[in-house]
């Protein structure tokens, strides 16, 4: 068995999850790091403390699902570098000469 050192390509289980969280709104993470913010508020104001931070506490992970989330959709997994966001990253030449 022998390793590709410039293989950077998905595993067939980060596909099946991206061919999955592709097809969720952007928006559905917003409003879930909302809701869990909504809830862990109503939960702190009936005493329900310890359980009103663990809830709150995943405002952060949907929000960074959510990122995640667009950055497939935007770049998507396994392009050629042609068509990657690092083609953004420098000007063209003759752009500014």
Known sequence: MSIQKND?????????I????AKLPSDTFLWAALGS?????????????????FVGQWAAPFLLLGVYNKIVKVEG?????????????EPEKGFNE
């Open 77 to 89: 997994s396994d392009q050629d570098d042609s068509s990657s966001i690092s083609r953004y990253a």
């Open 18 to 21: 991206e061919s999955q969280t």
């Open 37 to 53: 913010m909504a809830v862990s508020a109503t939960l702190k104001i009936f005493g329900k403390n310890h359980t009103a931070l």
């Open 8 to 16: 950077h390509s998905e595993g067939k289980v980060a596909k099946a």
